[in-house]
């Protein structure tokens, strides 16, 4: 493994899977605790709207993604806030309507689209250096807004009718953690790809929250995590050539299996009265 990194793009791709798993452990966990994971979701598949604009006006197909998402996000908080539309009806809405512009735009566009495979589920070793600096960006960003509504998050993750008591402007912070999720679906869309970015995003944080319940710790092991899941990803994919993305995903979704079979035998264990 380690005389790969004389490639270029190997090192981009540890670069790569770096910066995603700092966005996709720290937004994960905010995922996960608030239960906003089916909407993570719409969110991620809207973006497909968004790279097909990319290839129809011919710019970054990241960026119209990262357009389309943030775009996705604020539309799903004042829908699911503001009217009586059933939240899961509008994520079936907002899935289908991403996709479908999404297979107008790259339709109307001239010639083939030869990238699209990597956008929908991703791969890693493409992943150019112009793209990675965008990924720093969106990482710092992310960052500093956690830093900076760290209490009020904690307060909208675990008690939003507190939070309505005491004044907190929750909606508007509501939606603002859909933007922090709309951009890490934007970090992670080259890594493992639009369809499975759910999985990085929720994987994870789960595994994190069978350790502990205090929300820093379950951030600062979901990054762990999540590194550990991408580069244990890309070993394995490097070593048995096999598609980068849907790699990271699997071992990371067969460690977190393994670590509910665990938890649930030795919760057998003691209901017996046997050594935890």
């Known amino acids: 493994m380690f005389e790969a990194f004389q490639f270029e793009f190997m090192r981009n791709a540890m670069l790569a899977g770096l910066l995603a798993s700092v966005a996709c452990g720290i937004v994960g966990v905010y995922v996960v605790v608030k239960k906003i994971v089916s909407m993570s979701g ?72 030869p990238d699209l495979m990597s956008y929908l589920f991703g791969n890693i070793l493409t992943v150019p250096f112009t793209d990675i600096l965008l990924m720093a960006a969106l990482d710092v960003i992310i960052l500093t807004l956690v830093i900076a509504f ?33 951009l890490t679906v934007v970090v992670l869309i080259r890594v493992v790809g639009m369809i499975l ?5 929720t994987f994870p944080a789960a595994l994190a929250r069978q350790f502990t319940h205090d929300l820093k710790k379950m951030m600062m092991l979901s990054v762990v995590f999540g590194m550990l899941f991408t580069f ?40 017996r009265g046997g050594p935890a």
């Open 150 to 182: 760290y209490k009020e998050f904690l307060l909208l993750s675990f008690d939003e009718e507190f939070g309505i008591v005491v004044g907190m402007p929750v909606d508007a912070l509501y939606l603002l953690m859909l933007c922090m999720v709309a």
């Open 42 to 113: 719409s969110i991620a598949h809207a973006s497909f709207g968004g790279i097909g604009l990319g290839y129809l006006l011919k710019f970054n197909p990241v960026l119209g993604a990262m357009i389309f998402t943030l775009l996705s996000a604020v539309t799903m908080g004042l829908v699911t806030r503001r009217t009586k539309l059933p939240e899961d009806t509008a994520i079936g809405i907002l899935w289908a309507l991403g996709m479908a512009l999404g297979v107008i735009f790259i339709g109307l566009s001239a010639g083939y689209a």
């Open 232 to 271: 244990g990803g890309l070993w394995i994919s490097y070593a048995l050539n096999l598609a980068s993305g849907a790699t990271i995903i699997l071992l990371s979704g067969l460690v977190l299996l393994l670590s509910y079979a665990v938890t649930g035998l030795r919760g057998k264990v003691k209901a």
């Open 197 to 201: 970015v759910i999985a990085m995003l």
